[in-house]
Nanobody
Framework: QVQLVESGGGLVQTGGSLRLSCAAS????????MGWFRQAPGKEREFVSALSGNGHTFYADSAKGRFTISRDNTANTVYLQMSSLKPEDTALYYC????????????????WGQGTQVTVSS
């Protein structure tokens, strides 16, 4: 069993930055690949970024060049640093622990947090 708790969301103006955190417990974290997804009202959950257990990073096209995923294994935490935020980044952001499959596919993830809201005002 894995417990994930996201934090760091909030209201920010266009062009601003936020850093999301996801604290994990209940499993060997350092070898677990982790992902970030987001879901805006009326839209499907979409892949944002992933970080494999061996350090490879993956980004959605919408996140490339603006978002950076990282982890601190001593703190069992994965981060998503977001910059140059746009109104279209407004969504509920979830972190998830990967199980198997394609990193961009939400079905590849076995455990999910409750989400943290990011709102970008224009």
């Amino acid at each position: 069993q894995v417990q994930l708790v996201e934090s760091g969301g909030g209201l920010v103006q266009t062009g601003g930055s936020l850093r999301l955190s996801c604290a994990a417990s209940g499993r060997t974290f350092s070898s677990t690949s982790m992902g970030w997804f987001r879901q805006a009202p009326g839209k499907e959950r979409e892949f944002v970024s992933a970080l494999s257990g061996n350090g490879h990073t993956f980004y959605a096209d919408s996140a490339k060049g603006r978002f950076t995923i990282s982890r601190d294994n001593t703190a069992n935490t994965v981060y998503l640093q977001m910059s140059s935020l746009k109104p279209e980044d407004t969504a509920l952001y979830y972190c998830a622990a990967y199980l198997r499959g394609f990193y961009y596919d939400f079905r590849a993830y076995a455990y999910w947090g409750q989400g943290t809201q990011v709102t970008v005002s224009s």
